[in-house]
């Protein structure tokens, strides 16, 4: 049997970080608890979770310069998924996490199935293969991705994507020159039938075509419907 996947729970409230670490340990998990950016840079580097909880509102360093932190480190650390828990409402607030990198995002006050669940989706989605294909290599214009190694470059240049923008790219690989819209998009990338809002996807399509750099105009938006990689071998 596979050893639970281990979870830190970066929280400054001690009642908060009880909860979850109780709810998430209730679920097969193996929970450790940080209280400060700190502590948590330090339970990271000792060994590395499965995934992180993240408040976004923590002593010393915000939550938002800890997930940026991660998400410039190398693939082993900055692939690391990340669930934003905060009591920040605003769809500001949402959309700047998810720019940064968090792959999903659980606003206080919260249901704990409801976490436990949006934990096992995130981790089902990092664990899963990434894409299916019977080739190893998908490419399209100057982009290709190693199915094998996982490798992803353009012109030849190595790419560090998360886990969810390799899988949003091999989607749009996959189906290049076809339109996909936001909804299609989430259930094929993100793996569920979509309880996280559409605009989820404009953010990650955004940080991928910044990743991705000039090649990230491939990526074309069909607007009113969705976006697609295009087939054309020329840039007009």
């Known amino acids: ?89 605003d769809e500001a607030d949402r959309v700047e996490g998810l720019e940064r990198g968090a792959d999903d995002y659980v606003t206080k006050p919260f249901s704990p199935r409801e976490l436990v669940l949006r934990v096992n989706a995130v981790l089902r989605r990092a664990k899963a293969a990434p894409i299916e294909t019977t080739g190893r290599v998908l490419a399209g214009g100057p982009v290709r991705i190693d199915v094998d190694s996982g490798v992803v470059t353009t012109n030849g240049r190595p790419v560090s994507l998360t886990p969810i923008e390799y899988r949003l790219l091999g989607v749009l690989l996959e189906r290049r020159g076809r339109v996909q819209d936001r909804r299609s998009l989430l259930e094929a990338a993100w793996g569920i039938h979509a309880e996280i809002e559409t605009r989820t996807v404009d953010v990650h399509i955004l940080r991928l075509r910044r990743k991705l750099g000039a090649a990230g105009r491939w990526i074309e938006t069909v607007r009113g419907h969705g976006y697609r990689f295009r087939r054309e071998e020329h840039d007009g």
Not at 44 to 72: K, W
Not at 78 to 89: E, K, S
């Open 1 to 89: 049997m596979p050893d639970p996947a281990r979870i830190l729970v970066v929280e400054d409230e001690p009642d908060v970080a009880g909860l979850v670490a109780y709810s998430l340990a209730c679920a097969g998990y193996r929970v450790e608890t940080a209280g400060d950016g700190a502590v948590a840079a330090s339970a990271i580097s000792r060994e590395r979770p499965d995934l992180i909880v993240l408040d976004l509102m923590l002593p010393g360093r915000s939550g938002y310069e800890i997930l940026s932190e991660l998400r410039r480190a190398p693939r082993a650390d900055g692939g690391v998924p990340v669930i934003i828990l905060t009591a920040r409402r």
